[in-house]
């Protein structure tokens, strides 16, 4: 009778965690969006682990055009192939990550302390896409903190700088034989 009892709780366990995956997502993971306890969770869990001392800095640089338009070349070379150009986290890899990027124009985001968003690009998120970018340098520090002033910048960023963005990005290197079957296929060659 043990045994009995033993093999019907292993089988409901199993179906348990199989109903569990399939309903997750599965290995589609990274098409769901996270419950909202999971995001709760792990976003306060980050915040406990940035040290106090960095979460109540402030940023040293300034919020000038000059420094807009640095970081914003920046921002386009490094950060929009995840982030997009406008922050929204809608782009290329950004659409493949789980979690995906927060759209950095939103509340919750903006509401980080610069010391915290300054921590993130250095030091990344665990659990997350977002590696860390410290190279260990002032000059490294300085272009976080620039970084940091961008993004509280995002909410309004101005249509004539998006299509800047877009000139700056990264391109892949020319395909014309590529180019000629995308274009042959789309003629019904």
Known sequence: MRRV????????????AIVAFVWSGGMSAVRRTPWPLETRLATTTWRWLVPSRIRRETNPVTATP????????HWADHCAICHGNDGS?????GRRVYPRPPDLRAAP???LTDGELFYAIEEGIPWTAMPGWTIGTADGERQSWALV?????????????????ERLNPKPPPNPAREKDIEDFLKGK
Do not use: Y
Request: charged share 20%; hydrophobic share 50%.
């Open 5 to 16: 009892l033993w093999l019907f709780a292993c089988v409901a366990i199993a179906f348990l």
């Open 66 to 73: 000059e420094n807009w338009k640095s970081a914003r070349e």
């Open 109 to 111: 985001t903006q509401r």
């Open 149 to 165: 002033t961008f993004i509280r910048h995002l909410p309004s960023i101005a249509p004539d700088e998006l299509t800047e963005m």
């Open 89 to 93: 986290g809608d782009a290329t890899i």
